[in-house]
């Protein structure tokens, strides 16, 4: 367990994680005038959490093991396709999600049609969002 608590990869890791998440609500409450504790566990918005671990434990990678190692590679890698996913499939589902509640409160269906779950609609993010999440993430990395 110790060495586990001193694995500095995990620590930056998770570090990038926890301090989005938790800029996520203190956004929220700026933007919001309320404070909203779910947008701590919660997907989308800024920064983006996904890409600020991916970021940080990159970078973390790259201080302690060089650009030149195997486990830098498959971390940038890895960060990419979260960065892309972030800003691409994940932003498109939640612009689907917000047309498709539109049309479940809005469009005449018959009585035993019943759309009582809306779908989430705040899962992917802007490239603002993943660009904060990405600077944050490599200072995180820089500092751990």
């Known amino acids: 367990m110790t060495q586990l608590l001193n694995n500095k990869l995990i620590t930056a890791a998770f570090l990038g994680w926890i ?16 404070l909203n504790l779910n947008r701590f566990v919660g997907a989308g918005g800024m920064p983006s959490s996904h890409t ?3 970021i940080a434990l990159t ?7 060089g650009l030149g190692s ?21 932003r498109e ?9 539109w049309m479940a409160e809005n469009w005449p269906h018959e009585d035993e049609v019943s759309f009582e ?21 490599f200072v995180i990395g820089i500092l751990v």
């Open 52 to 54: 600020s671990m991916v």
């Open 19 to 34: 301090i989005a998440q938790a800029l996520k609500v203190l956004t929220d409450l700026w933007v919001g005038k309320k």
């Open 59 to 65: 970078t973390a990678i790259a201080k302690l093991q």
């Open 117 to 137: 779950k809306k779908l989430k609609e705040f899962v992917g993010h802007t490239p603002l969002e993943v660009l904060a999440g990405a600077v944050l993430g």
């Open 70 to 90: 195997a486990e830098f590679a498959i971390s940038a890698a890895l960060s990419v396709i979260v960065m892309y996913d972030a800003t691409g499939v994940r």
């Open 93 to 101: 589902t939640g612009t689907q999600a917000k047309m498709l509640n």
